[in-house]
């Protein structure tokens, strides 16, 4: 069965950066679409990105475009989220998850596959 570890959260300044992964084992991402979510105290995840592992497209929340870039690493089987420009509001545990097919939603009920999640902070 697919498992997925996140890793690369912390705490950064505003307008700093951090790149979280998402790496999966038990099977290959070949087939898979990945999306990451995020979840902060008393709200509702929220999709932030997806990228089919297939082709390599992508889709972005439009609170983070043109901040948070996607990418992917065939050979290690990891997915990259390079978040830019960070702000206080994207503070929240952020998940990476994973759905067979290229399709790439940014619903959470679209996916099978969750990893345990991450904690981003950002703060002055």
């Known amino acids: 069965q697919l498992q997925l570890v996140e890793s690369g959260g912390g705490l950064v300044q505003p307008g700093g950066s951090l790149r979280l992964s998402c790496a999966a084992s038990g099977g290959t991402l070949d087939y898979y679409a990945i999306g990451w979510f995020r979840q902060a105290p008393g709200k509702e995840r929220e999709g932030v990105s997806s990228?089919?592992?297939?082709?390599?497209?992508?889709s972005y929340a439009d609170s983070v475009k043109n901040r948070f870039f996607l990418s992917r690493d065939n050979a290690k089987n990891t997915v990259y989220l390079q978040m830019n420009i960070l702000k206080p509001e994207d503070t929240a545990v952020y998940y990476c998850?994973?759905?067979?097919?290229?399709?790439?939603?940014?619903?959470?009920?679209?996916?099978?596959?969750w990893g345990q999640g991450t904690q981003v902070t950002v703060s002055s």
């Open positions: 990228i089919s592992f297939t082709d390599g497209r992508t």
């Open positions: 998850a994973a759905r067979s097919g290229t399709i790439r939603p940014l619903t959470a009920d679209e996916y099978n596959y």
